[in-house]
């Protein structure tokens, strides 16, 4: 419970919601912004191909591998504590990158450390709105919470294209600067002081091996589709991932004080929650990775133009995510989960009938039908979990929950862009005076359309030939993908529909 003279919950609880809210984006934004600057700052930095992954995979394996930790460091010495500190890194690490990182690594380092810094801030955003409302609104302000945690990307995009057009790569890492004092302000004055009060002691074996397990894991999967998955590294990744695992769990059976009690995976709204939306980001962030590429590459939109177009994914999953609740109580949250993840597959193989001449309005109804889905699976799916976990663990039952997500989205990632590079790959069509670059051409989309447009203004026809062979096939590989992603949702509703437990609707309780 929230610490104060009063047991009631604070009346300010919905301005409290808002701040987290905010605190949330700026955790999300991190996480795309710097997709669409990678091509000035490889300029302005002189980054190479490898040092660009590294700028983009520290953020997210830092940030992923130490979630469990972070929770419970929230959950033992107090979540505003966690939260604001965790603004103060981010926020410190943003601007010390724009106005004196020189070098990619330089940036490397510092995306690192703000991945350490929003693993303090997303379990405590979640673990404080638990533990601010009373159990009849949870679901309301857990959806809430849930559309910002959905809608973050797509707003990364927007703000990273806008950052990079108006102004430069540095204004990516800027930008976060004023939104984080705004938050660290009205953090301070109204977010109330919440902790374990039972003060239990840190789980230190748990938490050393949660970051192996989870940090090789995430390494494997994000490393896997550059370096190859037979890759030495990648197979010595997935090995110590395994083990750690292992002893991870053996430790938590016998641990006086478990830093992850295994008996919550024995509740199935929690197990089952946890699926549920790892399956989700798995598809939302193989979607939108790819629908970068569509939307620069293949039809020759900016990026803040395809951020844009991007839209209506969130203008689905706001609303249906904010009153998921209302959809729960009356259906139970199963159905509307299921339903949900079915919405997303349908999109998903809607998505499959699109070709190179397809209007962005068919495409838009695609968009916002998925939004749809998901909105209606995150929000009851992250629900469940909650509410499966006592209030004296919200800190790791968050991380847990945003630990599926990282995963699942990694996971999604991985596996829809090697789909499109295996099917790309297959149907490329290189011209014969082309043949002394055809490596580079089968293993780069962005490489083709590069080259192809170089021979078209040298004068060259066979560019023209390349650039259309190069969006035709790079169109049949997110095709395929979508493909896979539309089955990994409809197995997923089944999953839900089968295993998690049933809601009583209102009007069958009264």
Known sequence: MVDSESSEFPANRWKILAVMSLSLVIVMLNNVTLNVALPELSTDLSADNSELQWIMDAYALVFGGTLLVMGALGDRFGRKGALQIGLIIVGAASAWTAFFADSSSDVIAARALMGLGAALVMPSTLSVVLVVFPPEERGKAIGIWAAMAGVGAPIGLLVGGWAVETYDWEMVFLINVPIIILALIAGAIIVPRSKDKEGRPLDMRGAILSVLTLGSLLFGIIEGPSRGWADTSILAAFAVSVTSGLMFFFSQKKAEYPLLPLDFFKNHRFSIGLIAIAMAFFVMFSFMFMQMLHFQLVRGHSPFS?????????????????????????????????????????????????????????????????????????????????????????????????????????????????????????????????????????????????????????????????????????????????????????????????????????????
Do not use: H
């Open 306 to 510: 395809a951020a844009i177009r991007f839209f209506p994914l969130p203008i689905g999953l706001m609303p249906a995510a904010a009153n998921s609740d209302r959809l729960v109580a009356k259906f139970g949250g199963s159905n509307v989960i299921s339903v949900g993840l079915c919405l997303v597959a349908t999109g998903l193989f809607l998505f499959t009938l699109v070709t190179v001449e397809t209007s962005y309005m068919q495409i838009a109804v695609t968009f916002f039908l998925i939004g749809l889905g998901m909105g209606l699976t995150m929000a009851p799916s992250t629900t469940a979990v909650m509410e499966a976990i006592p209030e004296s663990k919200a800190g790791v039952g968050s991380a847990t929950n945003d630990a599926s997500r990282e995963v699942g989205g990694a996971l999604g990632i991985a596996i829809g862009g090697s789909v499109l590079n295996e099917v790309y790959q297959s149907n490329i069509v290189v011209p014969d005076s082309l043949s002394a670059q055809s490596g580079v051409i089968s293993e780069s989309f962005p490489a083709a359309i590069k080259i192809g447009q170089s021979m078209l203004e040298a004068g060259n026809p066979d560019g023209a030939l390349l650039i259309q062979s190069a969006r035709e096939s790079f169109i049949d590989g997110m095709v395929a993908a979508c493909l896979v992603a539309g089955i990994v949702a409809l197995l997923a509703a089944i999953i839900v529909k089968w295993k998690l437990p049933q809601d009583m609707p209102a009007s069958e309780e009264e």
